[in-house]
């Protein structure tokens, strides 16, 4: 079964230090992920899909088939960054299997 | 535009009591999902509408749960006899395809808690 892992629930790192927000999948086959991120007080919205090879708000996320893995990285870290952020695998007809999410605060 | 709405934002129930969840998606979006998010967890999939069609319901907990979206529009999400493990956000997220995986648009959700 597709199953997505997100160790940490909690990532605090100061201002302008760098950012690894991990996400590991368990998928036969070849997987699309994606970043969803929830900002305070605000709806769930897509970050960034993998397919897209796309740099949003600075972040970047790499697929390693090798590892399973789909990391959320930021070269450095800004207060407005402080989130819970979702990874998530498609499943099925086109539903999404979320990992269990990771608080990133970010301290001035 | 107009986002994904929902509503109630919040409902407290009694244990046994009936809830009726209602989303209204984006205009034109033909697909429809509703997730379940309990607290400290991501949301979970119950159920996926193309247009009026329910084509997916394997995540609904029990049948206790029933959803449906008749014109394939507005979509509603009953939980009848309600329990304490019931209590969660309830997020609905509409698409606007069918083909793929396509990025889905959340609405603020319904936070229900069950006394």
């Known amino acids: 079964a597709q199953r997505v892992t997100q160790p940490e629930k909690l990532l605090s790192v100061f201002k302008g230090a760098p950012v690894e927000l991990k996400c590991n999948y368990s998928?036969?086959?070849?997987?699309?992920l994606f970043w969803y991120v929830q900002y305070s007080r605000q709806r769930l919205q897509l970050l960034l899909r993998?397919?897209s090879r796309e740099s949003i708000k600075g972040f970047t996320a790499d697929l390693n088939k090798g590892e399973t893995s789909f990391h959320l990285k930021k070269p450095f870290a800004q207060e407005e960054d402080s989130a819970m952020y979702y990874c998530?695998?498609?499943?099925?007809?086109?539903?999404?299997?979320f990992g269990s999410g990771t608080r990133l605060q970010v301290q001035p | 535009g107009a986002g994904v709405s929902q509503s109630p934002r919040y409902k407290v129930a009694k244990r046994g009591q009936d809830v009726a969840l209602r989303c209204d998606p984006i205009?034109?979006?033909?697909?429809l999902f509703w997730y379940q998010q309990a607290l400290g967890q991501g949301p979970e999939f119950l159920t996926y509408?193309?247009?009026?069609?329910?084509?997916?319901k394997s995540g609904l907990p029990s049948d206790r749960f029933f959803a449906e979206r008749p014109e394939g529009s507005v979509s509603t999400l009953k939980i009848q006899r309600t329990q304490q493990e019931d209590s969660a956000v309830y997020l609905c997220?509409?698409?606007?395809?069918?083909?793929?995986?396509?990025?889905?648009?959340f609405g603020p959700g319904t936070r229900l808690t069950v006394l």
């Open positions: 997220a509409s698409s606007p395809s069918t083909s793929g995986v396509n990025e889905q648009f």
């Open positions: 998928y036969s086959g070849s997987p699309e």
């Open positions: 993998h397919i």
């Open positions: 998530a695998l498609p499943t099925g007809r086109r539903a999404l299997t």
């Open positions: 205009s034109g979006h033909v697909s």
């Open positions: 509408f193309q247009n009026e069609a329910q084509l997916d």
